[in-house]
């Protein structure tokens, strides 16, 4: 009988917490689930519930308390702080709300701007680049800065940068909060096309039902602690 394939990602016991003052605020508590490769799964709650927390704590931004978290077979709390770098530029795509794209560059060295910090020659990252942003539909506009772009475009180049280095996983932080919905709804078809074409993995954190309920997995996270919601439609 042959055995299924690890998880890409596997958490088990995870618990963190911030001390302010004389309080200890648990944010996250005991939470334990895996996400295969290929999923596309969504994180919910209420604001303050710890999301972001967590998304940090997967991407090796921050540490836990206690608990392990293993992607692609790392267990990252034996990764020294040079380790992690280096795991978070070659198996993490990061997405977040506000974009963080470099406003004195284009949308072409915002994007190869991964690949040059982690040592590739600068024609090589260029061609990757310019792959990234054929794959988010902005070649066009590859020679704009962030100014010269609308909202929409700016989330496409963001986009492109967190997969340029084609990661293991991609962590994204509310992909659409910042978009009216005609643009959230084409940055949604746009992760479809490209976990159907890539083989892309990703954690989303959001509280965007529409985005959600195409994910293939849904979890909430209530009072520090995680469920899952719903198996919703694959991806």
């Known amino acids: 009988m042959n055995e299924s394939p690890a998880p890409l990602l596997r958490v088990r016991e995870l618990s963190k917490s911030y001390v302010s003052g004389s309080q200890t605020l648990q944010v996250l508590r005991d939470l334990s689930f895996d996400v295969a490769e290929g999923e596309m799964a969504a994180i919910t709650g209420v604001s303050g519930s710890g999301k972001s ?17 293993e992607v692609d ?6 990764l020294t702080r040079a380790d992690l770098c280096e795991f978070r530029n070659r198996k993490i795509g990061f997405l977040f709300q506000f974009h963080h794209l470099l406003p004195e560059f284009s949308a072409l060295e915002n994007t190869l701007m991964p690949l040059l910090i982690r040592g590739d020659a600068a024609e090589t990252a260029r061609r990757a680049a310019l792959r990234a942003l054929e794959d988010v539909e902005m070649t066009e506009r590859a020679s704009h800065r962030p100014g010269e772009l609308s909202g929409g475009e700016q ?3 963001a986009l492109a ?4 280095g084609r990661p293991r996983l991609l962590l994204a932080d509310e992909p659409t909060g910042n978009l009216d919905p005609q643009t959230g709804s084409r940055i949604l078809a746009l992760f479809a096309r490209l976990h159907a074409t890539t083989g892309l993995t990703s954690i989303l954190v959001t509280h965007n039902d529409e985005l959600a309920r195409n994910c293939s997995r849904v979890y909430r996270l209530v009072e520090g602690r995680l469920l899952e919601t719903s198996a919703s439609r694959p991806v």
Do not use: K, N, Y
């Open 155 to 157: 989330a496409r180049v």
């Open 161 to 164: 940068r967190a997969l340029v």
């Open 53 to 69: 927390t967590l998304l940090h704590l997967l991407g090796g931004m921050d540490r836990p308390d206690r608990g392990s978290i």
């Open 73 to 78: 077979g790392l267990e990252l709390s034996r």
